[in-house]
C-alpha cells in the first residue's frame, strides 16, 4: 500500500512539474500564425514563442501584427526558447514571414 501512495505522489509530481507557465513581457517584434517574437524588456534577450492552445497574448494579436506593440505573453515554459541579443534590438524577420 504504501508504494502505490509512493508511486501516485511521483506522478503527480511528475505532471505539476512539467506543467509550468512562465510570463514574458517584451516589445512584439513578428508574429505568424505559429509562433510570435518578443524582444524583452531591457533588450537583452528576445524570445520565440510557439502559439499552442494554451499560449496567451494580451493585448491579443493576429498577423499581420503591428512591430513595436507592448505585449504580455502567458505560455508553457517548454513553448519559448529565450535568445541572448547583443544589439538590444527586434531580431530580423524571417523572409516569408
Do not use: F, W
Amino acid at each position: 500500500m504504501k508504494m502505490k501512495i509512493l508511486i501516485c505522489a511521483a506522478v503527480a509530481g511528475c505532471l505539476l512539474g512539467c506543467a509550468t507557465t512562465e510570463t514574458i513581457k517584451g516589445t512584439l517584434c513578428s508574429c505568424t500564425t505559429t509562433q510570435v517574437t518578443v524582444l524583452e524588456d531591457g533588450g537583452a534577450h528576445y524570445d520565440i514563442i510557439q502559439r499552442t492552445g494554451t499560449t496567451i497574448i494580451q493585448p491579443p494579436v493576429t498577423p499581420p501584427c503591428k512591430a513595436g506593440t507592448t505585449v504580455q505573453v502567458t505560455c508553457n515554459s517548454g513553448d519559448a526558447q529565450r535568445k541572448e541579443n547583443p544589439t538590444g534590438t527586434c531580431p530580423p524577420t524571417p523572409p516569408g514571414s
